[in-house]
């Protein structure tokens, strides 16, 4: 089944250090893959989304690229703050009887002033 | 961005009560979808509704769980009976077409 594996649970950075985030994926079908982000106390907020069409998408400084050979689809951003401290959620949108997404575990981002 | 409203943002029950979790999707759109989420953990897919039925709900969505959106007023999530396991954030979200979807800032619903 369609499913999305994120290995990091916790991230700790300084500011102006470099983001990685890994997200992998799996399914059947020609996927949409979407980045959202969750800040305390909040609901999910769409960060970024690359369809096959675009296999890249870049928003506020984050990008992440879809990458078919390796099912991968991992946020990166070069110089992180304070304030992007959050929870960041790799989806997939999956269909069956409509759509819907799919969620990973999640990755916990602190970064220290 | 679009806005999605939940309203309450807390509430509180005894177990074996009814609840009702309202949600104000945005106004164009046309599915709606609730989501779980346990203590800051995974969003879990609950139901999702179109054209006023139910499309697709997951294992989570008990017998005691319905959903209704009466009149195109508030997008509802309706447990009866309530169980302790049901203590959670509960996500509202909508989406115009299906792909992107946009949410709420969620219900935490805690049954004592």
């Known amino acids: 089944g369609d499913s999305v594996t994120q290995k990091q649970g916790q991230v700790t950075l300084s500011e102006d250090d470099f983001l990685f985030i890994n997200c992998t994926y799996s399914?059947?079908?020609?996927?949409?893959l979407l980045w959202y982000v969750q800040y305390l106390g909040q609901g999910p907020q769409l960060l970024l989304k690359v369809t096959t069409a675009n296999n890249k998408g870049i928003s506020r400084g984050f990008e992440a690229t879809y990458d078919k050979g390796t099912t991968s689809f991992h946020l990166q951003k070069a110089s992180v703050q304070e304030s992007d401290s959050a929870v960041y959620f790799c989806?997939?949108?999956?269909?069956?009887?409509?759509?819907?997404?799919?969620f990973g575990t999640g990755t916990s981002l602190l970064v220290d002033p | 961005g679009p806005k999605v409203l939940q309203i309450p943002s807390h509430q509180i029950i005894d177990m074996g009560q009814m609840v009702t979790l309202n949600c104000d999707p945005v106004?164009?759109?046309?599915?709606f979808y609730w989501y779980k989420q346990i203590l800051g953990q995974q969003m879990e897919f609950l139901v999702n509704f179109y054209n006023g039925k139910v499309m697709e709900k997951s294992k989570l969505f008990k017998d005691q769980f319905s959903v209704e959106r009466p009149d195109g007023s508030y997008f509802t999530l309706k447990i009866q009976p309530t169980a302790l396991e049901d203590s959670a954030v509960y996500f509202c979200?909508?989406?115009?077409?299906?792909?992107?979807?946009?949410f709420g800032s969620g219900t935490r619903l805690t049954v004592l």
């Open positions: 979200a909508s989406s115009l077409l299906g792909e992107t979807l946009y």
């Open positions: 106004s164009n759109h046309l599915y």
């Open positions: 399914t059947t079908t020609y996927p949409t």
């Open positions: 989806a997939l949108v999956t269909s069956n009887m409509g759509y819907k997404l799919t």
